[in-house]
């Protein structure tokens, strides 16, 4: 139900033990108050969250689709990038 | 319908809880209708969720007067197998769900009491009461900011959601009395601290529900004549119609499991 007084909102779940906030989905509400709540009801129902963000869909760059040859491609022949390479010592820990 | 109506014997700690945990699921019921066919899909998710709150609340308020009573019954029986005249919730929380801006209203007049109620209620010296105050106070802290932001956008908003909100703040006024009414049944729970004198309530009720509705636009409704009755089992013809359907099932079908 896209009208012009219920835009489209992106939520942002930051989980009990998450460190970032992570996309969950989307919905419409008529500002970022009720989006805010919307997203609430929807999006933690069953304990999944101990924050939310809300970001107008409008305020979001995406990239191009069909740009991704240029834009991911030549990051596919770089395998030296990963850190495979490298022994980790154990003292490190998660990285 | 075959199932007979159990029946209740009611010394005031029962009645106190039946009161309480018919108001919850009568009300959950009421929101529980909703599911489907409310305005847009996450107002259909936020109705459903605060009649689940309800319903829980009224599931453990159930249990404890079941265990009070120590008759046998459960909280299956409290709901399905009694008839209107048995039920003692108040008048307010089963008046037809109406349109959004009457839903919305009836929550949010009920709200802003079992927030302040159920808040009181943590102080009770019964532990079992306090501990389901304790959880029904934050469900009910979300129903208050949820049901207000959507006055103020009902009453703030066009013409006819004004129009509306208002016809159903002024319909709904004379049932918000019987919120804060004291009978002799409770007079002696609340000497004795277990339960929480509502008529104390009352002036923070007001000054929210007078904020709130002035941040809408809306005018307080000033008719001070108050109906009441459904705390003794005069309610009005709408709870029997809301019966018949929560109870199907199980006056048909007894002890009815899937």
């Known amino acids: 139900m896209a009208t012009p007084n219920s835009p489209l909102w992106e939520v942002f779940i930051r989980s009990r033990n998450g460190l970032a906030h992570k996309h969950v989905g989307s919905l419409h509400a008529a500002d970022a108050t009720l989006a805010l709540q919307a997203a609430r009801d929807i999006y933690t129902r069953r304990g999944e969250g101990l924050s939310i963000w809300v970001v107008p869909s409008s305020a979001i760059t995406a990239s191009d689709p069909s740009e991704k040859g240029m834009m991911f491609e030549p990051a596919e022949s770089k395998i030296y990038r990963h850190p495979t390479f490298y022994d980790v010592p154990d003292e490190v820990g998660h990285m | 319908m075959t199932a007979a109506s159990i029946q209740v014997s009611e010394p005031p700690l029962v009645l106190y809880t039946l ?49 009070v009573e120590g008759k046998g019954n459960d ?33 949010f007049f009920y709200a802003v009491f079992a927030d302040l109620y159920w808040r009181a209620m943590m102080m009770s010296r019964d532990a079992t009461l306090a501990a389901i105050a304790a959880k029904a106070e934050k469900e009910f802290a ?63 009720w007001l000054k929210t529900i007078s904020e709130v509705l002035s941040e809408a636009t809306l005018t307080i409704p000033q008719n001070d004549w108050m109906q009441k009755g459904g705390r003794i089992g005069h309610h009005t013809e709408h709870l029997g119609h809301l019966l018949s359907e929560l109870q199907s099932l199980q006056r048909s079908f007894p002890g009815a499991t899937w």
Not at chain 2, 38 to 63: S, T, V
Not at chain 2, 95 to 100: I, K, M, V
């Open chain 2, 19 to 67: 009161r309480r945990a018919d108001d919850a699921l009568i009300l959950g019921h009421r929101l529980s209708e909703w599911c489907g066919h409310a305005p847009a899909m996450e107002e259909d998710m936020a109705l459903a969720n605060m009649g689940l709150d309800l319903i829980g609340q009224a599931r453990e308020l159930y249990i404890y007067a079941a265990k």
């Open chain 2, 75 to 107: 909280e299956d029986k409290f709901a399905y197998l009694r008839d209107v005249r048995q039920y003692r919730n108040l008048l307010l929380v089963e008046q037809p769900n109406g349109d959004f801006a009457r839903t919305m209203t009836r929550q």
């Open chain 2, 142 to 204: 979300y129903h208050v900011r949820h049901s207000s932001e959507w006055m103020i956008r009902l009453g703030d908003g066009t013409d006819e959601s004004h129009r509306r909100v208002q016809i159903a703040a002024d319909d709904l006024w004379a049932f918000t009395g019987e919120m804060f009414v004291v009978d002799d049944a409770e007079r002696g729970l609340i000497d004795a601290g277990i339960a929480v004198d509502p008529a104390s309530l009352r002036p923070r």
